[in-house]
T-cell receptor, first 114, second 114 residues
Framework: DQQVKQNSPSLSVQEGRISILNCDYTNSMFDYFLWYKKYPAEGPTFLISISSIKDKNEDGRFTVFLNKSAKHLSLHIVPSQPGDSAVYFCAASGGSGNTGKLIFGQGTTLQVKP | DTAVSQTPKYLVTQMGNDKSIKCEQNLGHDTMYWYKQDSKKFLKIMFSYNNKELIINETVPNRFSPKSPDKAHLNLHINSLELGDSAVYFC?????????????FGPGTRLTVT
């Protein structure tokens, strides 16, 4: 039972354009959402997060949008750069006794073409 | 300086053997985690320790035993290795066991059981 889903395994965009990565979740108890980025042969690195009390969080070129009614979040990267090419994981956490446990999606591979 | 380090990076062994993976963080964090990334690329939490105390223990075979000798180390010992244990294992740490705190991941240990 996958509570966090990233339905697009891959995405290809042109340098300078917008990249939009999507994530859906099923557990309404989740109250914190995060995006991690992973390069080959490295561990994931934190990118940006959002609390469920907000609908948008922005950090430089990266913006995360949260639609609680649709149980959907998205990561926008503007403008996209070749160095953004990586696997992006959506993660969620929440519920009673929250202990930092993260539920990850299966990742979306982003390729930014020069 | 490496923040979260894991040894070994690669581990190839035969079924039935016992092996250990070591993890160390020099960030002064209180919480450490073990994740498993399977062949389908899902990252799933296995264990979490906070100040050497086990706080998350997911449905993991009891052949897997974590050990935290001190706050900076969380090792993973696996008994009687099986083919299905082949995966990439990631160690992570965070300042506290709350999702609002970024988790820092190690580079991963690729375990191959033959």
């Amino acid at each position: 039972d996958q509570q966090v889903k990233q339905n697009s395994p891959s995405l290809s965009v042109q340098e300078g354009r917008i990249s939009i990565l999507n994530c859906d979740y099923t557990n309404s108890m989740f109250d914190y959402f995060l995006w991690y980025k992973k390069y080959p042969a490295e561990g994931p690195t934190f990118l940006i997060s959002i609390s469920s009390i907000k609908d948008k969080n922005e950090d430089g070129r990266f913006t995360v949008f949260l639609n609680k009614s649709a149980k959907h979040l998205s990561l926008h990267i503007v403008p996209s750069q070749p160095g953004d090419s990586a696997v992006y994981f959506c993660a969620a956490s929440g519920g009673s006794g929250n202990t930092g446990k993260l539920i990850f999606g299966q990742g979306t591979t982003l390729q930014v073409k020069p | 300086d490496t923040a979260v380090s894991q040894t070994p990076k690669y581990l190839v062994t035969q079924m039935g053997n016992d092996k250990s993976i070591k993890c160390e963080q020099n960030l002064g964090h209180d919480t450490m985690y073990w994740y498993k990334q399977d062949s389908k690329k899902f990252l799933k939490i296995m264990f979490s320790y906070n100040n050497k105390e086990l706080i998350i223990n997911e449905t993991v075979p009891n052949r897997f035993s974590p050990k935290s000798p001190d706050k900076a180390h969380l090792n993973l010992h696996i008994n009687s290795l099986e083919l299905g244990d082949s995966a990439v294992y990631f160690c992570a740490s965070s300042p506290r066991d709350r999702p609002s705190y970024e988790q820092y991941f190690g580079p991963g240990t690729r375990l191959t059981v033959t």
